[in-house]
Structures are given as C-alpha cells and as structure tokens.
C-alpha cells in the first residue's frame, strides 16, 4: 500500500520531499516511475514519526502490528493454498484446504481493497470510488457537522440533558464544601488582578469622571433635593436633628456664663459701672438659659414651628423657584468643579484598586473571608433550597437554550471549518490512525469468513456434482 504520487506531500510540518527523511536524503528504495516511493520506504512515510504525538505514536505502532498480522494470515493461505493446489492430486482430501485457502485468499484481498480504497488509492491505481476520504472530506466534514447539528445541538437535547444533570445542586455542593469558595476566592483574586495589570489608571479614571459628569452633575441638583427634602420633612425625620442643635445650644448655655457676661460687658459704654455690667450680664444670661430651656421642653414651640416652616418654604422653593434652583446649580459647580471631580475620579479609583488588590492578596482580609462565607451560603442555600435551586436550573437551561438556538449552526461549524483546512492527505492519515487498527479485524475476518465459504461451497459443490 503505497502512498500517492509526486514528488511532495503536506502534513501538519509542511511540505516534505518525499525522497528525504528528517531532513537527510532517503538511501532506501528510489521512487517508481509514477514517482511514488515504493517499498518500505512509503509506509514510513505515511506515520513519520517526528511529526505524531505520542498518543499517535501508540496508535501508529498498533496499527502497522495489525497489518502486519492481516499480511501474515494473507501469506498463510497463499502458502497453504500453493502446498495444497501442487498436492490435490496425489492426496485429494487436500481439495477442500486448497478451497478454503482460495477462498481466505479471496476474501483477505477484497476487503484489503475495501479498508484500503477508503483512505487512498490501492497500489495508486485511480480506481472509481476509492480514496474516499481524501477525495470527499470537506463533504465528509459537512455531513458530519450537520450530524452534530441535529442530534447533539437541538435544543430540546440539550435542555434535556441539564434538567438530568441538576447543575445547580451539583455546584451547590462543591461551593459549600471545603475548598470550594477558597477556588473561587482564588480564582477571582486572579481575574482582579489580572484586569488591573490589563486595565489603564487613566482610562479608569476618564470613565469614573464621565459617569460623574453624566450622573452626577449634569441633571439639575434643586428639584431631586427639594422633592427629597420635603418628604423627610413632611414626615418629621429633621425632628431629631433640630432636637440635637437645641440639646447642644443648652449645653453651651450652661457652661458659658462667664463668655455671656464678658459679651455683654465688652459691647456696654464705658462710663457704664462694671457691677452694672455684671447684672446685665447676668439677667441676659439668665433669660437666654430660660429661653432655649423653653425651646429643649416645647415640641411646639414658636422656634421650632419657625423652623419648620423655613425648612419647608426651601424644599418648595428648590423645586420651582428658579432663583433658588440657579443658586442650588452655583453651590453645586462651585463644589465639583473640573479640578474637584477629576480629584474626585482619582482618588475613587485609587481607594477602589488599592482596596480589592489588598483583600484579594491577603486570604484572611475582611473581604476575601466575607466573601468565601456569602459563596458558601450560597452554595448551602442552593444544595437546600429547592425553589432556589429549580430557579437556577431553569435560568440554566434557558441559558444553554438561547445559546444552542442562536449558534449552533456557528458551533457545528468549527467542524466544517477545521475539515476544510486540513489537508486531503493528512485528513486520511489523521483517521487512519483512529480506526485504522479496527477496520485491519475486517481483513482478518474476511480471511477467515473467506475460508470458510470456500470450503463450505466446495464441498456443496462436490457433494451435489461430485
């Protein structure tokens, strides 16, 4: 069985000179005037063995070991059939092994061409319908995809296969076992890492600042502020703020007496007595101390009623006010200007990077130990809660469904388009070597099967015309 003709043959390496071997000029049998390489030498050429793995070196071995084997009970009954065919004559038992030889002769040949023909052409004869799988094996790659397509890539298939699986109870039970949420852990610690040495500071910090802009400052601040505002204060929540301003301002009342009378004595005349100014002093500090005394004791109080309605007014008065929507926009562009939300983005995303690349360095940071224990939770509520777990199934399988829906066409053609670029040659050589050591049993039985129908119809033929 030889290879076919030319002088160069494509593999996986490139385009080889069929009359070299590794590079060295080849000493063995010069090629046949058709120039193919004959004997030995072509045989070695279709497995070389610097360009197989070493799966297929196994393979490749296996496979010339059942040749050979297949060639041997060939040379067996031609023997036999030579021994037996001089011999007939003289002991004519000898006929019914001549018959059976004939027929293993017979039979070993046949499918010796039939495994042959599909992989390249016998004895390089271009015989019809032989070489089949060089010759159609971007057909073979389409049939093939289609295959794949229709009954491994249906949807319903695959939707099936899922619903038996129970992904989400599976993954459960790795998460909340042990070593489960520390891969992830693990694992996500490298895609942070990985997409911070990927990621630009700048460009970051460019994006922060536009989301800033966009969100943050270009609405008008005066009417959300407002409309919040007046709901907190419709329902009372500032009560607690104003009930701490006048708690402190009685505070300080009480330990100032002496800050009230040197007020009250800085601002008197001169000519005024100074005992004079002690007792102004003292009355003013002592109706101020009754006064937010009155305003701390008094929920309605005058002040705090005044209060509210200031408080109030202004609410209303940043939603449709123009001038104090004009003056809430001022405050707001004097606070974030360029500078201050450029700051603003850079030190936002400096705080962030430097925080995550912290917690994902150290294994027993707050973070990373939070998040192993929400990734075991989870996995525990997965593995116990069957609601939770179905809901995730089907999320799943819709998933899967959508994907297989949408490309599988795309997918199975990854098989379409890999056939297509190998080489006719090196396609044949690639599945000879897959099933070529199984389809060597089709000669062996074929000398076998072959034996025996040719002992079984010479002896019919005896027994009836004999």
Known sequence: MQVNSG????????????????GQPFAGPAPDQGGRPSGTWSRRRRFPSHE?????????????????????????????FAVSFALQKQYPWLEYVRAAAEGGM?????????????????????????????????QIGASLSNFVETNFLAEHVVQQKLESVDIARKV???????????????????????????????DVQAVIEGMVRKHLLAPPWGPPVGRLAERVFAEGHHHTLIDLLVDRAVDWVEANHTTVNRLVSDRSPLWVPSFVDGLVGDKVYTELYKFVLAVQSDPDHQVRQS????????????????????????????????????????????????????????????LTQRFKTA???????????????????????DAAGYIVRTYRSDIAGVITDTVARWDAEETSRK?????????????????????????????VAHLLFG
Do not use: C
Request: glycine share 8%; hydrophobic share 45%.
């Open 431 to 459: 599945i000879e070597l897959q099933v070529g050591r199984d389809l060597q049993y089709i000669r062996i039985n074929g000398t076998v099967v072959g034996s025996l129908a040719g002992v079984t119809i010479f002896a």
């Open 172 to 202: 459960g039970a790795w998460l909340s076992a042990p070593g489960g949420a520390e891969r992830v852990a693990k694992e996500g610690g490298a895609i942070i890492r990985g997409a911070f040495t990927v990621l630009n500071d700048d």
């Open 52 to 80: 197989l793995s070493p799966e297929d070196r196994v393979r490749a071995a296996a496979l010339r070991r059942m040749k050979s084997f297949a060639l041997a009970l060939l040379v067996v009954m031609a023997v036999v």
């Open 7 to 22: 002088q160069t043959s494509t593999t996986d390496a490139g385009t080889v000179d069929s009359r070299t071997a590794n």
């Open 375 to 397: 990734v075991r939770d989870f996995g525990s509520r997965l593995v116990n809660d069957p609601e939770l777990a179905g809901k995730v199934n089907a999320w799943i399988g």
């Open 307 to 366: 209060i509210d309605t200031y408080l109030k007014d202004l609410a209303r008065d940043l939603q449709h006010d123009p001038a104090m929507i004009a003056r809430a926009e001022s405050i707001k562009n004097q606070i974030l200007g360029d500078p201050e939300v450029r700051e603003l983005a850079s030190r936002t995303w400096g705080t962030l990077k430097t925080a995550l690349l912290t917690a994902v360095d150290d294994p027993d940071s707050e």
């Open 106 to 138: 017979v039979g070993a040949l046949a499918d010796w061409f039939a495994v042959t023909a599909l992989f390249r052409y016998p004895l390089g004869l271009k015989i019809p319908h032989t070489a089949i799988i060089p010759r159609r094996k971007d």
